[in-house]
Nanobody, 127 residues
């Protein structure tokens, strides 16, 4: 059963922008933090960004600060990742993730803190 569905990935030139979306359900959007992770070929999955239920408190990987913005619309059960000034090093499969209902900690920047995952969307940045 797919709990989260990502969209918006694609091929973009360095310096360009993309907006990723992640659609969930009431089961996966329930007073919890949401996050984005990514995994490049041959590398481990890494934390990118997270947002608390209030949509105000956010946490980012240092290398994406100032370039990426995470946001959420709880009424639509959707979380977004706006990516700008993209670099070839941003190339990866991007995964949306949700913490279990009631766990609302955007500073837990590790995969085991998240219980629900999407299938991923490919982002490729050409130089």
């Amino acid at each position: 059963q797919v709990e989260l569905v990502e969209s918006g990935g694609g091929l973009v030139q360095a310096g360009g922008s993309l907006r990723l979306s992640c659609a969930g359900s009431e089961r996966t959007f329930s007073k919890n933090a949401m996050g984005w992770f990514r995994q490049a070929p041959g590398k481990e999955r890494e934390f990118v960004a997270a947002v608390r239920w209030n949509g105000v408190s956010t946490n980012y990987k240092d290398s994406v600060k100032g370039r990426f913005t995470i946001s959420r619309d709880n009424a639509k059960n959707t979380v977004y990742l706006q990516m700008s000034s993209l670099k070839p090093d941003d190339t990866a499969v991007y995964y949306c993730a949700a913490q279990r209902p009631g766990l609302d900690d955007a500073w837990r920047d590790y995969a085991s803190a998240y219980d629900f995952w999407g299938q991923g969307t490919q982002v490729t940045v050409s130089s």
